[in-house]
T-cell receptor, first 113, second 114 residues
Framework: AQSVTQPDIHITVSEGASLELRCNYSYGATPYLFWYVQSPGQGLQLLLKYFSGDTLVQGIKGFEAEFKRSQSSFNLRKPSVHWSDAAEYFCAVGEGGNEKLTFGTGTRLTIIP | DTAVSQTPKYLVTQMGNDKSIKCEQN?????MYWYKQDSKKFLKIMFS???????INETVPNRFSPKSPDKAHLNLHINSLELGDSAVYFC?????????????FGSGTRLTVV
């Protein structure tokens, strides 16, 4: 069965600093990988996704993620965070055929001035 | 226009009651889902429908019954509500089955059972 691990429950970074959120997955075949962001009291918004091809994926709001098959990872990065990036971030892995997504437990990002 | 809309946004009810949550999407997507997010923010799939046909039914108590009158609507009815049902329920949709294209989520329904 597929699974996703986000090892960091909570990360605090200074505004303007770089960010990396970790995600490791377990899936037998080629994974479909996603990052979502959830602002307080809101639904989840898709930041980016990886299916195949270039392993460095660009998303919205200046985020990018790199798929590393050898490490079973799909880490999310941003070179310079803004206060508005404070939110909960979820990594997810999908399987084809029925569109089921399995989510990680999320990483809460706090931005300090 | 809201792409995936859920009603109500908040629902407070007593144990033992029956309640429904409605979801509508205007994106023309074929597949709709219900996810439950618990107090620790963990998201778990409950049901998935493709063109009104049930395709995913996770280990959810029989008290939960989804209904899809057409591909734009997926409602969730819950009988005999229990304290443990308190959570945020998210509806989502995606274009089709096959390679996942990612979901569009609604803003959630916060259910509190007292």
């Amino acid at each position: 069965a597929q699974s996703v691990t986000q090892p960091d429950i909570h990360i605090t970074v200074s505004e303007g600093a770089s960010l990396e959120l970790r995600c490791n997955y377990s899936y037998g075949a080629t994974p479909y990988l996603f990052w979502y962001v959830q602002s307080p009291g809101q639904g989840l918004q898709l930041l980016l996704k990886y299916f195949s091809g270039d392993t460095l994926v660009q998303g919205i709001k200046g985020f990018e993620a790199e798929f590393k098959r050898s490490q079973s990872s799909f880490n999310l990065r941003k070179p310079s965070v803004h206060w508005s990036d404070a939110a909960e971030y979820f990594c997810a892995v999908g399987e084809g055929g029925n569109e089921k997504l399995t989510f990680g437990t999320g990483t809460r990002l706090t931005i300090i001035p | 226009d809201t792409a995936v809309s859920q009603t109500p946004k908040y629902l407070v009810t007593q144990m033992g009651n029956d309640k429904s949550i409605k979801c509508e999407q205007n994106l023309g997507h074929d597949t709709m889902y219900w996810y439950k997010q618990d107090s620790k923010k963990f998201l778990k799939i409950m049901f998935s429908y493709n063109n009104k046909e049930l395709i995913i039914n996770e280990t959810v108590p029989n008290r939960f019954s989804p209904k899809s009158p057409d591909k734009a609507h997926l409602n969730l009815h819950i009988n005999s509500l229990e304290l443990g049902d308190s959570a945020v329920y998210f509806c989502a949709s995606s274009p089709r089955t096959g390679p996942p294209y990612g979901y569009t989520f609604g803003s959630g329904t916060r259910l509190t059972v007292v």
